[in-house]
């Protein structure tokens, strides 16, 4: 489900124009052909006026405090400010606690009186619903998940979209969670148009300083007509004019898609954007198409910040989410650990393989909808991080596999009790006698793989397989949490890789990549 919410450009570069497009034309539409239509109908008059008006401040202050919160986040996210990428958590989590906390005691409140159920229409539910479920979702992933810093991830692509060139790759490593909570707003825009929330355009223009009661005249009546010929463009009117309200929205967020600059590093841009100048793209767009993605560091900061940080110390704002079975890798010491090389030392090709595939079941996702070109520009910046990076190794040769045999299962087995039980066990389950002793570079214990259940972070290619028994995984540059076993040469490699296939691995587990 999660790879189709990603790569489907029909929801992420379709669907949000449509909603849109619906949330601020619909209502022009129906001020000038239905103005008594565009009301709250009002209940203040039932039972439960208390109730109403405690839902009423927990309701509209807390999507005051949402909606700003955010707007700060899609400007953190857009220049890498962690400070309000920081503000927006705490402003969005606030204001959705105190919405969702109004929007239930208003549903309850027209559940319960009879008088409200009497006269409630199915949109005075549905908007509720609607409410509480984008609330929920994403209260449950700023609490419970604690996968934070979203932003980063989310506000290039909204960008993209006021650019009028959107990419939907940028959402590609956006949680499934983060992915429902947008969508679902998205819906509750399209549908906003329809309901009685549309009295949020009717705000007057002068709200805020003018007396608490004011009655309207019926000098100025919408007519038909040319839109903006049926709005009294006065500032001191009591009248609302959704145009001033349109123009204020549409014009924070070209400044924000337009005129802000894209998030900069000391040096980060300019070597990455050098280092792919010469890339080629056989499927992408041209060169003057491909100057309006993102790429390099702006690039990192969209996909990679929230983890890894935004100079790599893997001290993002989600880095410490429940979810993940390892902290966020430190990018500038480089102990890569899924690697290709004689000397332990990751290649490009290494961190190429991780970024487009991800690391499975550690919570890095794959970012295999990126184009080369971008998927080149985090590779370079990736070693940019690296602080004083040592030269990489030769990559180790695969040999062809030869066909499998009971000969060869049965001296895997051999080798796997004389080599690898120590550590995972003598059924694969992760429970040798060492297995309590694997220390990380930062001295955090790494619980030996269960071979039998989990899933195998670098993948379950027979090429990768190779890599991990060949090369092994170097704990840094000196040390190593498994060692190489190269030294046994191919045939027996193969055949301790069969052994693991044939009566190790879960079924689930011997699927290619």
């Not at 969005?92 to 549903?107: E, R």
């Not at 000397?343 to 961190?351: M, P």
């Not at 940019?384 to 045999?405: F, M, N, Q, S």
Request: net charge positive; aromatic share 12%; charged share 15%.
């Amino acid at each position: 489900m999660n790879d189709f919410l990603f790569s489907s450009y029909v929801i992420w570069g379709v669907f949000p124009y449509v909603a849109l497009t619906l949330f601020f034309v619909v209502p022009f539409i129906r001020m000038v052909y239905r103005p008594f239509g565009m009301s709250t109908r009002a209940s203040g008059i039932f039972h439960g006026q208390g109730i109403l008006g405690l839902a009423a401040h927990f309701l509209h202050w807390g999507i005051f405090l949402a909606f700003f919160g955010h707007l700060a986040g899609l400007i953190g996210g857009m220049l890498g400010w962690g400070s309000w990428v920081g503000a927006f958590f705490w402003m969005a989590t606030l204001g959705g606690l105190f919405a969702i906390v109004g929007s239930v005691i208003a549903l309850v409140r027209r559940t319960l009186v009879p008088e409200m159920r009497a006269m409630s229409q199915p949109d005075d539910y549905i908007v509720h619903l609607f409410l509480i479920a984008i609330l929920g979702v994403a209260i449950y992933q700023a609490l419970g998940h604690r996968i934070w810093g979203v932003s980063f991830t989310a506000a290039p692509w909204f960008a993209s979209l006021w650019r009028l060139s959107p990419q939907p790759e940028l959402m590609a490593s956006a949680p499934l969670l983060s992915k429902i909570h947008i969508l679902l707003a998205f819906a509750f825009a399209a549908y906003f148009p329809f309901t009685k929330l549309i009295h949020a355009w009717t705000l007057p223009v002068n709200y805020l300083v003018r007396p608490y009661q004011v009655l309207r005249t019926t000098a100025k009546k919408f007519q038909n007509g040319w839109v903006l010929g049926c709005w009294e463009f006065k500032g001191v009117t009591d009248k609302s004019y959704m145009t001033y309200l349109t123009v204020g929205v549409v014009g924070v967020l070209v400044l924000i898609a337009f005129v802000l600059p894209s998030p900069k590093g000391d040096g980060l841009v300019q070597t990455a954007n050098a280092a792919i100048a010469t890339a080629t793209e056989p499927k992408g767009p041209d060169s003057s198409q491909a100057q309006e993605v993102l790429e390099g560091y702006p690039l990192y900061v969209s996909q990679c910040a929230r983890c890894h940080g935004l100079e790599g110390h893997g001290d993002g704002p989600g880095s410490k989410s429940p979810t993940f079975s390892a902290v966020p890798r430190n990018l500038t010491e480089g102990h890569f650990q899924f690697i290709s090389t004689s000397n332990g030392i990751a290649s490009s090709e290494d961190l190429r393989h991780a970024i487009v595939h991800g690391l499975t079941g550690s919570g890095m996702p794959g970012f295999a909808a990126l184009s080369d070109r971008q998927i080149d520009s985090l590779v370079q910046t990736v070693e940019h991080l690296w602080k004083d990076r040592p030269t990489p190794g030769e990559r180790i040769t695969v040999p062809a596999r030869p066909e499998p045999t009971l000969a060869m299962v049965k001296e895997g087995k051999e080798l796997y009790a004389g080599m690898c039980s120590v550590c995972h066990g003598s059924t694969g389950a992760g429970d040798g006698v060492l297995q309590a002793l694997r220390t990380d570079a930062a001295g955090r214990p790494v619980p030996t793989r269960n071979l039998r259940s989990e899933p195998l972070k670098g993948g379950s290619s027979d090429e990768q397989l190779y890599y991990r028994i060949a090369a092994g995984l170097p704990r840094n540059k000196d040390e190593w949490l498994m060692p190489s076993y190269a030294n046994l040469g191919p045939d027996k490699i193969w055949s301790l890789i069969t052994y693991l296939e044939t009566e190790v691995f879960p079924q689930r587990q011997v699927a290619r990549r």
